[in-house]
């Protein structure tokens, strides 16, 4: 029986990241549709799930993604409030890469620190993946501090960072938008800022004694940290390691294809940011 993947997408064109990467990791057929929001994700679950018998439908799967990861967030919850009985299809949420990039950013940085003498700064904190890499760590017992340029629209992000951590987060993230006073005491640093967005160099981060690992996740020049290249990978820059955004890219690319992979096992995974984090910490 054909693979099929549905791609749930919030933006008006669906990720042609995320499709070619879904026909990469062997769907037969991937049905794309864009502007999806919870209310119209329903019908188009029941119809993906109606038309295969119970022990077929692990041949069926879902993606959910796009750039705004609190819809994809809501949209995720509606196609598993959508199923009933056998009726269910296996599912995962990576909005904008964020679980997945995430995922294989912190299981980098728990090779070099353990995760919970971790003190980490998150640039660029509040978009899809620096929320989750802030998420992951914090889970895990690391100190994070998130930074933005806008504290309210962090407080925001923080506070659901809580309210969907389940085990929580012990307290709410601490959040700046004037890092540099915090940098002396912090050993991780995290670039997740936009496409195109430089914070600092790595001569920036060079007088700081306890800074260990430097990890700059956006490949579009001007890049995130300026004196990394984005294919490093562990290269030592004076006391620092630094990774880049291909450096880190290539980990991700295998959580990613892997995950699509494992959805069509059976038809009742569910891989959230938890759940792919974990699959991604046993993948090697
Ligand atoms: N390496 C990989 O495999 C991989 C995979 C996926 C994504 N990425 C990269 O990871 C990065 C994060 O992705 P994302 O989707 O989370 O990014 P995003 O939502 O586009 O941006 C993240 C944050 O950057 C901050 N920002 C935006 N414009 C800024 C400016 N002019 N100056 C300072 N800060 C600014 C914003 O925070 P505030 O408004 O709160 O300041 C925003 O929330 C991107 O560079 C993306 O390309 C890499």
């Not at 967005?197 to 700059?216: C, N, Q, R």
């Not at 956006?218 to 450096?247: E, F, H, M, Q, W």
Request: charged share 20%; net charge negative; glycine share 8%.
């Amino acid at each position: 029986m054909k693979k099929i993947l549905f791609q749930f997408d919030t933006d008006a064109h669906a990720s042609s990241f995320d499709a070619v990467t879904a026909i990469d990791s062997g769907v037969d057929h991937l049905l794309q549709h864009a502007h999806c929001n919870c209310t119209n994700v329903t019908p188009l679950v029941q119809g993906g799930v109606f038309t295969r018998g119970p022990k077929d439908l692990k041949n069926t799967a879902i993606f959910v993604g796009g750039s705004d990861v609190e819809a994809a967030e809501t949209i995720f919850q509606k196609v598993q409030e959508s199923f009933f009985g056998p009726l269910r299809v296996s599912v995962m949420l990576d909005a904008n890469g964020c679980n997945t990039t995430a995922s294989a950013a912190v299981t980098y940085i728990r090779q070099h620190v353990e995760l919970s003498q971790v003190r980490a700064l998150v640039l660029g904190g509040t978009g899809p993946v620096g929320r989750r890499v802030a998420e992951l760590l914090a889970w895990q017992g690391a100190e994070v501090t998130v930074v933005s340029r806008n504290l309210n629209k962090a407080r925001k992000v923080c506070s659901q960072i809580q309210e969907i951590s389940v085990p929580p987060v012990p307290a709410e993230l601490p959040v700046t938008n004037d890092y540099s006073a915090l940098m002396a005491e912090k050993n991780v640093v995290v670039a997740t800022g936009a496409a195109g967005i430089e914070f600092l160099s790595v001569d920036d981060l060079a007088g700081y004694p306890e800074l260990k690992l430097a990890i700059d996740l956006n490949a579009v020049p001007p890049l995130g940290i300026n004196g990394i290249a984005s294919t490093d990978k562990a290269r030592t820059v004076g006391n620092l390691l630094c990774y880049g955004a291909v450096g880190i890219g290539g980990r991700k690319m295998k959580i990613h294809r892997a995950l699509i992979q494992q959805l069509f096992v059976d038809n009742a995974q569910i891989f959230d940011t938890r759940q792919i984090y974990e699959f991604a910490a046993n993948l090697d």
